[in-house]
T-cell receptor
Framework: DQQVKQNSPSLSVQEGRISILNCDYT??????FLWYKKYPAEGPTFLIS?????DKNEDGRFTVFLNKSAKHLSLHIVPSQPGDSAVYFC?????????????FGKGTKLTVNP | AAGVIQSPRHLIKEKRETATLKCYPI?????VYWYQQGPGQDPQFLIS???????DKGSIPDRFSAQQFSDYHSELNMSSLELGDSALYFC?????????????FGPGTRLTVT
């Protein structure tokens, strides 16, 4: 049973436009959410995170929104750049700052076209 | 900044052989995690260690074992290898003392079982 779901396997956007990647989760015990970016032949790279006590966290071009009642989060990238082309994984954890495992979605492949 | 180091990067083994994967966490990180990512799949949690003690266990086969040593590096030992063990194996590390708690991933070891 997939507890973290990324229903769009791929997304294609034009350079300079907004990229919106979506993620849904089913386990209400999840309290901390993270986005990772992964290039081929590399490990996932941490991008941005959000705790369940917040509904928005922003870091430069990246903003994560959390709707806890809907068990939904999204990652916004504005403006999108060709270097953003990668697979983006949504991940969730029951706690922040502990040693809990991460539960990942299946990823969304983002392609930013010049 | 120092990152998570994994060795070897690539490994080819035959069925029923054994393999040992090594992970060197970021300095001062006290928690190590192992994940397995099959082709087109999300990373699946295998096992984690905090301060050299097993802290959590996921879908790790009984043929696999792992440990964390006094210098905090970790080894994943895999015996009686099967074709289905072919995957990318990621190690991640974190520090339980930091408020953010994000996990930092190594580049992975690609294991191919023939």
């Amino acid at each position: 049973d997939q507890q973290v779901k990324q229903n769009s396997p791929s997304l294609s956007v034009q350079e300079g436009r907004i990229s919106i990647l979506n993620c849904d989760y089913t386990n209400s015990m999840f309290d901390y959410f993270l986005w990772y970016k992964k290039y081929p032949a590399e490990g996932p790279t941490f991008l941005i995170s959000i705790s369940s006590i917040k509904d928005k966290n922003e870091d430069g071009r990246f903003t994560v929104f959390l709707n806890k009642s809907a068990k939904h989060l999204s990652l916004h990238i504005v403006p999108s750049q060709p270097g953003d082309s990668a697979v983006y994984f949504c991940a969730a954890s029951p706690t922040q700052g502990g040693s809990e495992k991460l539960v990942f979605g299946k990823g969304t492949k983002l392609t930013v076209n010049p | 900044a120092a990152g998570v180091i994994q060795s070897p990067r690539h490994l080819i083994k035959e069925k029923r052989e054994t393999a040992t994967l090594k992970c060197y966490p970021i300095p001062r990180h006290d928690t190590v995690y192992w994940y397995q990512q099959g082709p087109g799949q999300d990373p699946q949690f295998l096992i984690s260690f905090y301060e050299k003690m097993q802290s959590d266990k996921g879908s790790i086969p009984d043929r696999f074992s792992a440990q964390q040593f006094s210098d905090y590096h970790s080894e994943l030992n895999m015996s009686s290898l099967e074709l289905g063990d072919s995957a990318l194996y990621f190690c991640a590390s974190s520090s339980i003392g930091t408020a953010s708690g994000e996990q930092y991933f190594g580049p992975g070891t690609r294991l191919t079982v023939t």
